[in-house]
Nanobody
Framework: QLVESGGGLVQAGDSLRLSCAASGLHFRSYTMAWFRQVPGQEREKERQ????????????YYADSVKGRFTISRDNAKNMVYLHMTSLNSEDTAVYYC?????????????????WGQGIQVTISS
């Protein structure tokens, strides 16, 4: 089970940290990722890749749209993964999902991940 927290309403330019608590899985064996879904898009069911982190935290991979602004980290001792977001703008408004995939490969594909959180709303006001 994955449970996100830390979302909410912030102003453009602000920072926000999302957290994801994992339970019921061998966390150290999982690649973890964040996706987001923006309502009103043409393909509403499609989640956008934000970033991923490998099992040790030593390797990360980001979407171009967030590179340099967002940072993923994890704490294997606490079974937690984080998404630290800075310089937020209105285009970052979305529901953010934590996702996990057993194994060690980083991927930006939604289908690679088989564990998902419920999602949490992040709204950026301009």
């Amino acid at each position: 089970q994955l449970v996100e927290s830390g979302g909410g309403l912030v102003q453009a330019g602000d920072s926000l940290r999302l957290s994801c608590a994992a339970s019921g899985l061998h966390f150290r064996s999982y690649t973890m990722a964040w996706f987001r879904q923006v309502p009103g898009q043409e393909r509403e069911k499609e989640r956008q890749f934000v970033g991923a982190i490998n099992w040790s935290g030593g390797n990360t991979y980001y979407a171009d749209s967030v590179k340099g602004r967002f940072t993923i980290s994890r704490d294997n001792a606490k079974n937690m993964v984080y998404l630290h977001m800075t310089s937020l703008n209105s285009e970052d408004t979305a529901v953010y999902y934590c996702a996990g995939a057993y194994g060690y490969g980083l991927s930006d594909s939604e289908t690679h991940y088989n564990s998902w959180g419920q999602g949490i709303q992040v709204t950026i006001s301009s």
